[in-house]
């Protein structure tokens, strides 16, 4: 059954973005064809003229400018600077003729677009050039006429002409920048509540993962040793029933340590990157072999172990020593030999690593490392009631452990 892909966040918000811009031109179109229509509802009538006098300038002037300024406004929300340029040019050639209500109608339109839609210092000088041209309006107004309450009467007029669409665009800009703050502050809090659910999960895993160790694990080891323990106790044959229960319930308990260690493995495999949630085993040694010898290293390797026979706990720490074995061969002895042997006996499996040391003239051979990684094959060996001696010797650097085949339970 195919599921259809999900968009995503990124692809949504393009969406978003997409749609908003070409609603803002259609919009944009609109209320440039408004202000039109209502411009030339305002010729036809005659109620167009600022000044007190009649005007000479043609009609299809006056139109012919309007048209021009409408244009311009329908780039009044993708260009609002450009718009507002070419809107104050037209608007000073309409002063010039004699101003008009339509034009300057358009040009507050205009304003309040450049202050809402452009960016914030353009946003900042349409505030101050707007005042600035209050100023510079009333006192040309004030040379023009020699009437102070002419001059005062057309400043208060020209203040609410403009400081409205500005003081409005204003409003409307804090409170877009307000919710784009609420906005990012809920993506943040989404972002921490996804990082606090992961964490949760992997305390949730580590915690379970802790409780089937102390708990089941140890109850299971216990089943085990005991089982074992009634059947060495010389009873064996006696009763042929009691003998084959005893051997159901020693090898169902080990097969259930078994997994349940398995399962462990898994449950901390998100949180440990070194454990893949699907442990290696040493049939892929190969992997780590063939590593070594493209770095330079010559590898001897000789397994004799029996798969099927093998706890995949066992097998995993068998393969994990040999990793880090092979990794500090290659590391500290580069180019070097490296001998591998591992061999299963009857009751454990053996591993010997061994690689010569670099040195100099009178140099004794030292320890290749000490650091974490010895801590953690020790470690390693010691969880399975093994053992791992790692050193230098005369000729060299060897690593020897022993893991029996028998986890003993009782080291949990």
Known sequence: MAYPLQP???GLRMRRHVNTARSRRRDDILIAGGMLVIGLVLYAVGAFQLGTGPSSTPAGVRVALLVAIAAADTFRSTYPAAALTVGAVLTAIDLALGPTVPVWLVLSDLVYAAV???RPRVSRAVCYSTGAAVVVLTAAAYVGWQDGRAAAAAGIVLALFFTTPVWWALAIRRHQEVAAAERARAESMRALAEAD??????H????MARDLHDVIASHLSAIAI???AALSRGTTGTDPTLDNVLTAIRAGSVAALDEMRSMIDLLRAESDPDDPGAPLRLS?????IVGARAAGSAVEASVATNPDTLTSVVDHATYRIAQESITNAVKHAPRQKISITIQ?????VRLRVHNPIP???GDEPSAASGGQGLRNMTERAQLLGGRLHAGATQDGWIVDSVLPLESRGASE
Request: glycine content about 10%; aromatic content about 4%; proline content about 3%.
């Open 8 to 10: 995503s966040r990124g």
């Open 116 to 118: 809402l839609y452009g």
């Open 197 to 202: 659910r992961a964490a949760a999960v992997a």
């Open 204 to 207: 949730e895993r580590n915690r």
């Open 226 to 228: 005991q089982s074992a």
């Open 284 to 288: 892929d040694l190969d992997m780590l």
């Open 344 to 348: 299963q006996d009857a009751d454990a």
């Open 359 to 361: 040195r100099g003239p």
